[in-house]
T-cell receptor, first 115, second 114 residues
Framework: AQSVTQLGSHVSVSEGALVLLRCNYS??????LFWYVQYPNQGLQLLLK??????LVKGINGFEAEFKKSETSFHLTKPSAHMSDAAEYFC?????????????FGKGTRLHILP | DAGVIQSPRHEVTEMGQEVTLRCKPI?????LFWYRQTMMRGLELLIY????????DSGMPEDRFSAKMPNASFSTLKIQPSEPRDSAVYFC????????????FGPGTRLTVT
């Protein structure tokens, strides 16, 4: 069965610094991987997704993630943090079994941006 | 498209009362998911439907919770009777079969049971 582990429930970075949010997955078949962002009092919004095409995936708001099969990782990065990036970020994995389109979410990482 | 629509956005009720949450998925989407989010437990999948049929309800906490999808454009999640521990944000999400499995979330319903 698939699973997702996000390292660090809270991450703080200074404005302008590199953002790195870690995600490791477990899957018995080639996975589809996602990063979602949740701003306060809002639903989850898709940032980017990996669906077995290019291993480096670019998303919205300057974020990108790299799929590394050997490390079973899908870490999220952004070169320069902005105050507006403060939010909770969820990594998620999907593997289509028996035709079910279910995805499994990690527990989330809250990103704090320090002025 | 208007996206996934949920109502009400906020609900405050007293313990023992019946609560009904509503969701309208994106038109053309075949799957509908109900999630619950709390600080303690994070994001939990409660139940999901495919073509209006419940596929997996193993996440429904107990018999007090029930969900229906009478047609492709409407679903309800009902709690009867409600308890303070049901206080959470409930999200509805939808996706299209044969797509790339990304789910589109509604804005959520914040439920407070006193």
């Amino acid at each position: 069965a698939q699973s997702v582990t996000q390292l660090g429930s809270h991450v703080s970075v200074s404005e302008g610094a590199l953002v790195l949010l870690r995600c490791n997955y477990s899957s018995s078949v080639p996975p589809y991987l996602f990063w979602y962002v949740q701003y306060p009092n809002q639903g989850l919004q898709l940032l980017l997704k990996y669906t077995s095409a290019a291993t480096l995936v670019k998303g919205i708001n300057g974020f990108e993630a790299e799929f590394k099969k050997s490390e079973t990782s899908f870490h999220l990065t952004k070169p320069s943090a902005h105050m507006s990036d403060a939010a909770e970020y969820f990594c998620a994995v999907s593997e289509q079994l028996y035709g079910d389109d279910k995805i499994i979410f990690g527990k989330g990482t809250r990103l704090h941006i320090l002025p | 498209d208007a996206g996934v629509i949920q109502s009400p956005r906020h609900e405050v009720t007293e313990m023992g009362q019946e609560v009904t949450l509503r969701c309208k998925p994106i038109s053309g989407h075949d799957y509908l998911f109900w999630y619950r989010q709390t600080m303690m437990r994070g994001l939990e999948l409660l139940i999901y439907f495919n073509n209006n049929v419940p596929i997996d309800d193993s996440g429904m906490p107990e018999d007090r919770f029930s969900a229906k999808m009478p047609n492709a454009s409407f679903s309800t999640l009902k709690i009867q009777p409600s308890e303070p521990r049901d206080s959470a944000v409930y999200f509805c999400a939808s996706t299209r079969a044969g797509g790339e499995y990304e789910q589109y979330f509604g804005p959520g319903t914040r439920l407070t049971v006193t």
